[in-house]
């Protein structure tokens, strides 16, 4: 079992940055895919950005490629997305997700592969 807990959305003007976190408890964290998804209101669950197991793969949606940056650090448990020159469409809940996996290199963008979710972090641009 894994327990993942969201951190540091709020709300920031528009061309604005913030941190999100994702600290993790329970089982060996370094063997897990991680991902962050978000939802807007009115609007599906989307992907935003996956990591492998190793840190070393990563994997951006179209739409945050070149302003967010996600990044893992298996000592700390933790892996966080830099989202950078925010958007007012980048308001919504962003979730922290992950998936164990035996394959160092895979990122998973995919929801339903996805096992264990965390509770989300807000996050508010305005314009």
């Known amino acids: 079992q894994v327990q993942l807990v969201e951190a540091g959305g709020g709300l920031v003007q528009a061309g604005g940055s913030l941190r999100l976190s994702c600290a993790t408890s329970?089982?060996?964290?370094?063997?897990?895919?991680m991902g962050w998804f978000r939802r807007a209101p009115g609007k599906e669950r989307e992907f935003v950005a996956a990591?492998?197991?190793?840190?070393?793969?990563?994997f951006y949606a179209d739409s945050v490629k070149a302003r967010f940056t996600i990044s893992k650090d298996n000592a700390k448990n933790t892996v966080d997305l830099q989202v950078n020159s925010l958007k007012p469409e980048d308001t919504a809940v962003y979730y922290c997700?992950?998936?164990?996996?035996?394959?160092?290199?895979?990122?998973?963008?995919?929801?339903?592969?996805?096992?264990?979710w965390g509770q989300g972090t807000q996050v508010t641009v305005s314009s």
């Open positions: 990591i492998s197991w190793s840190g070393g793969s990563t």
């Open positions: 997700a992950a998936v164990p996996t035996r394959v160092y290199t895979t990122v998973n963008t995919n929801a339903r592969e996805y096992v264990y």
């Open positions: 329970g089982r060996t964290f370094s063997s897990y895919s």
